[in-house]
């Protein structure tokens, strides 16, 4: 059974930065893709970051240059290391494993 389980979420305020971490199990997670998501209010899901099992990244435009993916397959762990925080980054953030299965997302809420 995979389980995908997010932290780090939290207030901050705008041009702040926050970590997020999520832990996976039930899966050889050096063999998978990783995935950020986000939903803000009141908008559909979106593509946030991707890291290849390789450790290849892409981004979306909204986030590059502030984002970052990285993982550490020792730990399991995927991040996401958010810097200059804007209000528009409001969402609920969610971890996807194999573009298959799905945390239950921390909320990440971005003061202005």
């Known amino acids: 059974q995979v389980r995908l389980l997010e932290s780090g979420g939290g207030l901050v305020q705008a041009g702040g930065s926050l970590r997020l971490s999520c832990v996976a199990s039930?899966?050889?997670?050096?063999?998978?893709?990783m995935d950020w998501y986000r939903q803000g209010p009141g908008k559909q899901r979106e593509l946030v970051a991707v890291?290849?099992?390789?450790?290849?990244?892409n981004y979306a435009d909204s986030v590059k240059g502030r984002f970052t993916i990285s993982r550490d397959n020792a730990k399991n762990t995927v991040y996401l290391q958010m810097n200059s925080l804007e209000p528009e980054d409001t969402a609920v953030y969610f971890c996807r494993c194999a573009g298959t299965y799905w945390g239950q997302g921390t909320q990440v809420t971005v003061s202005s």
């Open positions: 890291i290849s099992n390789s450790g290849g990244t």
């Open positions: 039930g899966i050889t997670f050096r063999l998978v893709a």
